[in-house]
């Protein structure tokens, strides 16, 4: 096991590399030099602007100025935020909670809704209930997560008023009614983002289950007498979630891309709004940093999908 | 009469004696297919009705888009302004029109450029063996991983001032998001195409041609590459869907084309600081994107059945 470990971590270093290579030469092919302000101020003497070329680095060969800046973003030296002014990665580590909690557990809402819904549906393939969570599964994702997002608002803040749609961190409450507070922002955004998952998700389940339920070993539980709860629960759901394992660390760049969208829309304190906010206000450190950090978060992702298959399927040999 | 299909072929053939032989080209057989998808066949439809509307619009409805009417702000639809107005009195059917315009031609040309980029890479890596397709695949496994809205952003962020003095506002920013759309969207494709060929190269069709001493491009592009463009097909078409969601939250961000161009995307992020007082404005947009991305996703459903031959119906 310790080895099979080993061997994963060995092959995300070059992913992440390569996504730091991507996002360094992004930066370096975009115009505009950083010193181009320098340049048509007529205060500041040629030299002075040469001198300072020279000791940032900025005439260096591009494979040097690469191999800097990766050591810096590996020392946790992400630079100064232009707008927040304080350092990124401190800027960074207190967004990043709200971020992983809302995604977390709209993961989760996502797996509670399509587990049922698309074992059930394979377990009665082309029935009623079959086309309806189909169509449904079509519907929620073809409908993009700003929109619900919208939709939500109209219905449950808008026209009904029972929940906000602004998401704060200083709430004026104490004991069981701040939890309840708590609770009630993150309903709209963690729905939004769930539910539009749970649909692929469904979908996913479905196919898994159907290519499993006609395997001879299910027949052969069923002939011995096993209950068909037990079966389906047992010997059908078990092996058919191991490829959906998988899948879902698949979907990880469109759910984070989907938290973006939400903390946008709810205003939700994470890293998907500072990503925009910094964009809006061109906070180009920040917004290198926490792109790198979504990057590291779906490799990171994808690393634990690997690891929780290797443990699930035991014809993955670990030697 | 297609429509009407029996159950099994025999049952035709004793009911309609073999006066009229029917042909079964692939093509029609995948027409026959398709049309048994009833909500693909419905898509269809709509689609064309969208389109159409997108494209004959501005002759039928020559409402300049940019009409301010501060007597008629935000106003409900009315017979006047089949769609209401937005905060500064602009009839939004106007609006919408062009704006399909934009959201329909960014999700096209992204598909394009995405799929030629995958179909390229995925021949290649499926052609070559060895080191040359374990560094495309490694690639393309990257990009799989890579967090696309960010870097989409990123890119954007980075770029858009340098494109804008190139070529103006307008056509910079189509050029910019087409190509980024499409340049995080050739992955599937490129893997699609390469499994195809892995299996395809080693087929006796394609050892008699390579017998006859066609060359290798003569291979790919004449005997190979037309075998494995279904699959393909299926891929671009949900291509089409997720590029102009794509191109929906660029806007919806701010962050996609000038303020000035009223795409779908744009008009619901105008629209969302009046949701209490002017739902339509949101909902019309919203449900002009949502209407368009499941009848795309549908028809790729149908043709996924249709193309598909070894799928039983």
Request: glycine share 8%; with cysteine.
């Amino acid at each position: 096991m310790g080895n099979y470990l080993l061997r994963r971590l060995i092959v995300a270093v070059p992913s992440l590399l390569g996504i730091s290579l991507i996002l360094f030469v992004l930066l370096a092919l975009a115009p505009g030099d950083p010193f181009g302000e320098l340049a048509s101020n007529p205060n500041i003497p040629p030299e002075v602007r040469e001198a300072l070329r020279v000791k940032f680095g900025m005439d260096d060969p591009i494979l040097v100025r690469y191999l800097h800046w990766l050591v810096a973003m590996l020392h946790g030296d992400w630079g100064f935020s232009f707008a927040s002014r304080i350092n990124v990665d401190t800027l960074i580590l207190q967004r990043i909670p709200t971020t992983l909690y809302v995604v977390g557990t709209s993961q989760l809402l996502a797996l509670a809704v399509a587990l049922p819904i698309g074992v059930y549906a394979a377990m009665r393939p082309y029935s009623l209930f079959d086309q309806i969570a189909n169509t449904f599964a079509f519907i929620g994702f073809s409908l993009p997560t700003f929109f619900t997002g919208l939709l939500l608002i109209l219905i449950f803040s808008v026209n009904l008023g029972w929940l906000p749609f602004v998401y704060r961190t200083d709430i004026h409450a104490t004991g069981w009614q701040w939890y309840w507070e708590y609770i009630k922002q993150a309903i709209m955004p963690i729905a939004v983002l769930g539910l539009f998952q749970a649909a692929s998700y469904t979908r996913y389940i479905r196919s898994a289950v159907l290519d499993v339920i006609k395997l001879d070993y299910v027949t052969t539980a069923r002939a011995k007498g096993i209950g068909e709860r037990k079966v389906i629960l047992k010997h059908v759901v078990r092996n058919a979630l191991i490829p959906v394992v998988t899948l879902v660390a698949l979907q990880m760049p469109s759910v984070f891309g989907g938290a973006i969208i939400t903390e946008q829309i709810f205003r939700i304190p994470g890293i998907g709004s500072l990503l925009i906010s910094a964009i809006l206000a061109n906070d180009t450190p920040v917004i290198m940093a926490v792109t790198f950090v979504f990057a590291c978060l779906v490799v990171l992702f994808n690393l634990l999908a690997d690891i929780i298959y290797g443990w699930l399927d035991p014809r993955i040999s670990f030697s | 009469m297609v429509g009407l299909t029996h159950a099994s072929p025999s049952v035709e053939a004793v009911a309609e004696p073999a006066r009229r032989e029917r042909r079964f080209t692939p093509g029609g057989e995948a027409l026959r297919r398709f049309r048994r998808h009833r909500l693909a066949a419905a898509s269809v439809v709509v689609l064309v009705l969208l389109a159409l509307a997108i494209l004959v619009g501005p002759t039928l409805w020559p409402v300049p888009i940019n009409d301010i009417d501060f007597t008629a702000r935000l106003a409900p639809p009315s017979w006047e302004h089949p769609f209401g107005t937005d905060d500064l009195g602009q009839d939004l059917l106007a609006r919408m029109i062009y704006g399909g315009r934009i959201s329909l031609a960014v999700g096209f040309a992204a598909m394009a450029v995405g799929l030629f980029a995958g179909i390229v890479i995925g021949a290649i890596a499926g052609v070559s063996k060895g080191p040359v397709d374990a560094a495309l695949m490694w690639v393309t496994d990257l990009f799989l991983s890579l967090p696309q809205l960010p870097l989409l952003l990123l890119v954007i962020y980075l770029f858009r001032d340098g494109l804008k003095n190139l070529v103006g506002p307008e056509g910079g920013t189509f050029i910019l998001i087409v190509l980024v759309i499409g340049g995080f969207r050739w992955m599937s494709v490129a893997r699609l195409v390469r499994a195809q060929f892995l299996s395809l190269r080693e087929k006796e069709f394609v050892e008699a041609a390579r017998a006859l001493g066609a060359s290798k491009l003569r291979l790919v592009v004449r005997h190979i590459l037309p075998n494995a463009l279904g699959p393909v097909i299926v891929a671009g078409t949900i291509d089409v869907a997720a590029a102009i969601i794509a191109e929906s939250t660029l806007s919806f961000l701010g962050l996609g084309f000038p303020p000035d161009i009223p795409t779908w995307g744009r008009l619901l992020f105008d629209a969302k600081d009046y949701l209490d007082i002017a739902p339509h404005w949101a909902l019309f947009a919203g449900g002009a994107i949502f209407l368009t991305v499941i009848a795309i996703n549908f028809i790729g459903d149908g043709l996924r059945d249709a193309l598909d031959p070894r799928k039983v119906m």
